[in-house]
């Protein structure tokens, strides 16, 4: 917000526009914050080594094997795929506009180099994620592979399916636990979601107060979108299921979706978590509205939506099996502590059998 003093003016926390601001503590105490200027800076170009496994990858998924370790390493970078790219049309394109933009699309993946409007949002090798999966699955499973290291640490998020489809691969199971989402009813969420807001409002006979949470949905199981052969998701149940142990790697970048994954994850008990809290709780207010405030015409965003996680019993943060950060003596001499973590137990694993 300091960049925008307009805003800070108008809701009184500052009474003139200036490149000063002064804050005072309950202590009476106070500091003044003030842009550097003609001033000489010493910086200092230091390069901070790769770590040559996990280092980020300029693709939107990828994984490599490693036979000699008995483990592979995935790096799932984004929730987005062929799929998701025209399905996304119908929600965020204006109706008249969604042909010109489907066509646009379908153009942009014939080419060798797309638009960079697409380009960093699916795989050109695998431009559909499960056909992805299904390949990583099957590799590994032929091979006798039994550990998979899923990195999300890179991964801001994009199309919860996507992540439901990789659990369908990891399990054998055609049932798990998924989120129950409440609305938190207001003339924004009114504004903004009007189809839901009258179907809830049939529910619940016309009575919806605002300032109120009202259920929306109760996801008995997560997969139902999977196993629908009706939907463009579906995945058969002949599907290759990993046989071994899966580690997913975590930290502050994983959110939304990704986020979503790992409380699945977790709560399902579908691999162990190693690393940080993730960039949103499992359990609180989500789907964010953007709109305008009505005096300065600043744009912001609103949550009009609250999730509950499928196991109510581990809390409303996001909290790993392992709990590992990087020291500064990890970023200088290339050292990736959430890896060698994962290598570890799988060493621990191996040898109590």
């Not at 929306?216 to 997969?223: F, G, M, P, T, V």
């Not at 009706?230 to 599907?239: A, F, M, P, Q």
């Not at 502050?252 to 978590?273: H, M, P, V």
């Not at 005096?295 to 965003?301: A, D, H, L, N, Q």
Request: aromatic share 14%.
């Amino acid at each position: 917000m300091f960049n925008i003093p307009e805003y800070l003016k108008e809701i009184g926390v500052i009474k003139e526009l200036t490149d000063k601001l002064s804050l005072t503590f309950d202590d009476d105490e106070f500091i003044e914050i003030t842009p550097t200027k003609d001033k000489e800076q010493n910086l200092y170009n230091k390069k901070i080594p790769s770590f040559e496994i996990t280092k980020r990858q300029n693709k939107t998924y990828f994984y490599n094997t490693y036979p000699d370790q008995d483990f592979a390493y995935f790096q799932f970078n984004i929730c987005h795929d062929k799929i998701d790219i025209l399905d996304a049309i119908q929600t965020y394109v204006k109706p008249w506009l969604q042909p010109v933009a489907k066509a646009f699309v379908k153009r942009q993946f014939k080419k060798e180099q797309p638009s960079s409007l697409i380009a960093d949002s699916y795989n050109k090798e695998y431009p559909i994620f499960r056909d992805f999966v299904w390949e990583l699955i099957d590799s590994l499973n032929n091979a006798n592979i039994s550990n998979l290291i899923i990195d999300v640490r890179n991964n801001p998020g994009g199309n919860t399916i996507l992540c439901k489809q990789l659990l369908f691969f990891l399990t054998d199971k055609t049932e798990i636990k998924g989120f129950t989402e409440y609305a938190y009813i207001s003339e924004i969420y009114k504004a903004y979601f009007t189809d839901t807001y009258e179907n809830l409002e049939k529910e619940n006979k016309g009575v919806l107060e605002n300032g109120k949470m009202v259920l929306i949905y109760q996801d008995k199981n997560a997969l139902s979108d999977i196993l629908d052969s009706t939907s463009k998701y579906h995945i058969g149940v002949n599907r290759p299921v990993f046989k071994g142990n899966v580690y997913f790697l975590s930290n502050y970048n994983t959110g939304s979706a990704a986020a979503l994954l790992i409380t699945l994850a977790q709560d399902n008990s579908i691999g162990t978590i190693i690393g940080t809290s993730v960039g949103n709780n499992p359990t609180g207010a989500t789907t964010w509205a953007q709109f305008e405030l009505p005096k300065t015409k600043t744009k912001t965003v609103m949550a009009t939506s609250y999730y509950i996680r499928p196991d109510t019993s581990k809390g409303i943060e996001q909290m790993p099996d392992y709990w590992i950060e990087y020291s500064i003596q990890d970023y200088l001499t290339g050292k990736d502590p959430y890896f060698e973590k994962a290598i570890e137990l799988i060493i621990k694993n191996k040898a109590s059998r």
